[in-house]
């Protein structure tokens, strides 16, 4: 994805504080020294963290810091670039999502992603746009099809604004309505977890609310994980954060995760109250 802010080379804190204050939810995903390479290059390195179940959490950090590809491994888009490896552990309840028994194309079911630009099927219509990853999946009888449309259309308030359309193209949509479509397709697989990275950097900021009050309402079904820079929407949507930087040798680290009401105002690193704060990136 394109980035417009500049890196940040900082040295690693001696440890990654986490609030463990409160009664903690429970974890959907579990990463253990997690390492993603392309090449030799190193571009994340050594993240732990728990993601809780039923919540959102907002990955920040400056331009260059391995947030996106920290996303993408998530549902292992990350392989799909030549020459990239990982090492450590992804659990998506207990179970290791590169495990030699796992098929990336059924992970991808219970991981939805999407992307910073939204990206309709250009040849598609609003309906075919919805079911499009169910029809990879095998045939359905079409009254079954028109619920999932209607239903995920609805979930991404969307249906009342397109359903006297359903046969126009998905690109014939404005901005925000295109990627609200990308969240219906996506939630048209019944995924557990919803990636999105940057999902509102293209928009207008109606739209950009729009996108905002849909995650919110999509919380209580879903598990999210967004990456995003602007520190406000974060705020705003997430209750929880991970603020991520970059070392000497150019690798991304986890600094520091926490409640976002503490990251913003009581961040326990020097480095998060410099980033949120705007004295750097």
């Not at 992804?90 to 030699?100: F, K, N």
């Not at 079911?109 to 219509?125: A, C, D, E, K, L």
């Amino acid at each position: 994805m394109t980035e417009d802010l500049e890196p940040m080379v900082v040295d690693a804190p001696a440890a990654v504080a986490v609030d463990a204050s409160a009664a903690a939810p429970p974890t959907k995903l579990a990463i253990r020294g997690l390492s993603l390479y392309y090449g030799s290059f190193r571009a994340v390195r050594d993240v732990d963290m728990d993601i809780a179940a039923g919540r959102i959490t907002a990955i920040i950090g400056p331009s260059g810091c391995g947030k996106s590809t920290f996303l993408r491994s998530i549902n292992r888009l990350h392989e799909l670039t030549r020459s990239a490896t990982v090492r450590g552990t992804i659990l998506l309840d207990g179970t290791d999502i590169y495990g030699p028994d796992v098929d990336p194309v059924d992970l991808r079911r219970f991981v939805g992603m999407v992307f910073q630009r939204p990206n309709p099927f250009p040849t598609m219509s609003i309906y075919d746009n919805v079911i499009a990853g169910l029809r990879l999946g095998g045939a359905a009888r079409k009254a079954d099809l028109d619920a999932v449309v209607e239903r995920c259309l609805a979930s991404a308030g969307l249906w009342d604004e397109v359903k006297d359309k359903l046969r126009q193209g998905g690109t014939s949509l404005s901005g925000g309505q295109q990627q609200r479509l990308c969240i219906a397709r996506a939630l048209a697989v019944d995924p557990e977890i919803i990636l999105m990275d940057e999902p509102a950097s293209a928009l207008d900021p109606v739209a950009t609310l729009r996108i905002e009050e849909l995650m919110l309402e999509l919380r209580d079904r879903y598990t999210i994980v967004i990456v995003t820079h602007n520190m406000q929407q974060a705020s705003r949507v997430s209750d929880d954060t991970a603020f991520f930087s970059m070392g000497e040798d150019r690798a991304g680290f986890l600094v520091e995760m926490d409640r976002t009401t503490h990251m913003f105002t009581s961040p326990r690193q020097q480095l998060t109250e410099d980033y949120v704060s705007g004295r750097f990136g």
